[in-house]
């Protein structure tokens, strides 16, 4: 009788402790995802709520078993992750759907096991690094407990936002579209593999992206290790306002998420200037470091190559101490270049000069108030060799001036001669300055300075002529004799000929001739 009540007893007690045993599981499974996801990212949870479905199973057998093989459902709406429970900025991550499977033996393991893990609506939102130092050294981080050595084998991840927060309130964070990311291999103090497809804010186009991401940095989310290749393509130029095109890259980049260095080409077939609409291919191999907090690019530096120039550009996209935008500064070298192929790119029509450039210029963009082209500043040195004029009218003037100068005035042979131009030039507002202006023919070299209005398309130069052959060398026939007094006024400064000219008008039309009011100038 006693065995009995005894047996009685012990199967009454198994049965209620199976029971607490199943009621406890969801609030203790409740309390490890909040106790995990505080720990792991050093952050105050806000759960809005967090369903959990346990299969019909015998408690007694939960009980035995220890949760073994019984697989429950979870999921959780409204999560809220405040970086250091900061209320001062937006939360470090927001996810709007989470859901994962897992068996309930797994939660009395030291490291319990999740195989999949997927997210819906998630924001990520960067705080500045300066704002992770303050937060660190106010709030040492946590011991790790149990809690945090959950292993995770795959996350899949929808409709994700990655917002990088400026150090300034007023200033607006980055903005990438995620809009979908597998992560594999996911573990204590260990990388995981991804596959990420994005949307860039600007210039727009999707970007693919594969690699390696973490470990996760708790105490600086800014500096959480990444690396990986990337392919970004059918970028659209047009949203700037002097520039189109269609862009495709693909590099490879290593860093983390508050800065990348990244090398790759980049192409764009049909590259254009909105003022010209002459369509240039340009292929570019870079080397750039940019500034996730403040999108700032240093170029280190590109090697590029516009149709059949080729040049070398270094510099940098920066947003200066207090500026609203970014300014555009950069050094470009151009060593053995076709002028036509600038002049296609920068001059409506087709173009009028042919021939080989070397440059050094300085490009500068302050941040923009106005459009592009009125507030460009171009500056720098170039010298033109074997330079044809490709416009009849322009090049028969040359010739002209060619035939003159050697004291050939009737000498047809001289034709399509070759000209050198070298020159100090400062683009501002759309004016085009040339402070020396260096043009040499065979017989004859002028020396000019003044301003092309680009807008307009008007010339205004001054400057001088010299020639070879004195004044009477330059005509034939009875000019000669009747000229053959003027000589000894112009011969002058080493040269058979010395004169004032202008050159105005258009680069359609242009007009040479004396200059009358130079000394009045």
């Given at each position: 009788m006693i065995s009995s009540l005894g047996a009685c007893a012990l199967i009454v007690l198994l049965f209620v402790t199976a029971r607490v045993f199943a009621r406890k599981i969801q609030p203790e499974l409740h309390d490890r995802v909040v106790s995990y996801l505080e720990e792991r990212f050093d952050s105050r949870v806000m759960l809005g709520d967090l369903h959990i479905e346990i299969p019909k199973v015998s408690p007694i057998g939960l009980l035995l078993r220890g949760g073994r093989g019984t697989i429950a459902h979870v999921e959780g709406h409204n999560l809220l992750m405040r970086y250091h429970g900061s209320q001062d900025a937006p939360p470090l991550f927001s996810v709007d759907l989470f859901a994962f499977d897992l068996d309930l033996g797994m939660l009395r393991q030291p490291r319990p096991h999740v195989p999949h893990v997927t997210l819906e609506?998630?924001?990520?939102?960067?705080?500045?690094?300066s704002q992770n130092a303050e937060k660190t050294k106010s709030q040492p981080s946590k011991?790790?407990?149990?809690?945090?050595?959950?292993?995770?084998?795959?996350?899949?991840?929808?409709?994700?936002?990655?917002l990088i927060l400026p150090n300034r309130t007023d200033a607006q964070p980055l903005d990438f579209a995620l809009e979908s990311i597998q992560l594999t291999s996911a573990g204590v103090g260990r990388r995981?593999?991804?596959?990420a497809s994005m949307t860039n804010p600007r210039p727009p186009g999707q970007i693919r992206s594969r690699g390696t991401f973490g470990p996760w940095n708790a105490e600086s989310p800014g500096d959480?290790?990444?690396?990986?290749?990337?392919d970004f393509s059918n970028a659209d130029l047009g949203v700037f306002p002097a520039i189109a095109g269609r862009l495709h890259s693909v590099g490879h980049f290593v860093g983390n998420l508050s800065a990348v260095r990244a090398r790759g080409e980049a192409t764009v077939p049909d590259f254009r200037l909105k003022s010209s609409g002459n369509r240039v291919p340009l292929k570019a191999e870079y080397d750039v470091i940019v500034d996730g907090m403040n999108g700032n690019t240093i170029l280190q530096p590109v090697h590029a190559r516009l149709q059949n120039t080729e040049f070398e550009t270094s510099g940098g996209i920066i947003k200066h101490e207090g500026a609203r935008r970014r300014a555009i500064d950069l050094k470009v070298t151009m060593n053995s270049g076709h002028i036509e192929d600038l002049l296609l790119l920068a001059v409506r029509g087709k173009p009028f000069m042919s021939g080989m450039i070397r440059m050094d210029a300085q490009i500068s963009v302050p941040p923009l108030a106005g459009t592009v082209k009125e507030d460009l500043f171009l500056?720098?040195?170039?010298?033109?060799?074997?330079?044809?004029?490709?416009?009849?009218?322009?090049?028969d003037k040359i010739d002209e001036l060619s035939r003159r100068g050697q004291g050939r005035p009737s000498d047809q042979s001289v034709d399509?001669?070759?000209?050198?131009?070298?020159?100090?030039?400062?683009?501002?507002?759309?004016?085009?300055?040339?402070t020396r202006l260096s043009f040499e023919v065979p017989g004859a070299a002028v020396g000019l300075h003044g301003d092309y209005q680009m807008a307009q398309d008007t010339l205004d130069f001054h400057g001088n002529l010299k020639?070879?052959?004195?004044?009477?060398?330059?005509?034939?026939?009875?000019?000669?004799?009747?000229?053959k007094p003027l000589d000894r006024f112009f011969e002058k400064n080493g040269?058979?000929?010395?004169?004032?000219?202008?050159?105005?008008?258009?680069?359609?039309?242009p007009e040479f001739g004396l200059d009358h009011g130079a000394q009045a100038r």
């Open positions: 609506g998630m924001t990520i939102a960067l705080p500045p690094k011991a790790k407990s149990a809690a945090s050595n959950v292993v995770i084998d795959a996350v899949d991840i929808s409709r994700a936002r990655l995981l593999e991804y596959q959480t290790p990444l690396e990986g290749d990337y500056a720098g040195t170039f010298n033109i060799a074997r330079g044809e004029f490709l416009k009849d009218a322009i090049q399509n001669v070759f000209s050198s131009m070298t020159g100090n030039f400062r683009l501002k507002d759309q004016v085009l300055k040339f020639l070879q052959a004195k004044v009477s060398q330059t005509v034939a026939g009875w000019k000669h004799w009747l000229a040269a058979g000929t010395f004169l004032r000219i202008q050159v105005v008008g258009n680069t359609s039309k």
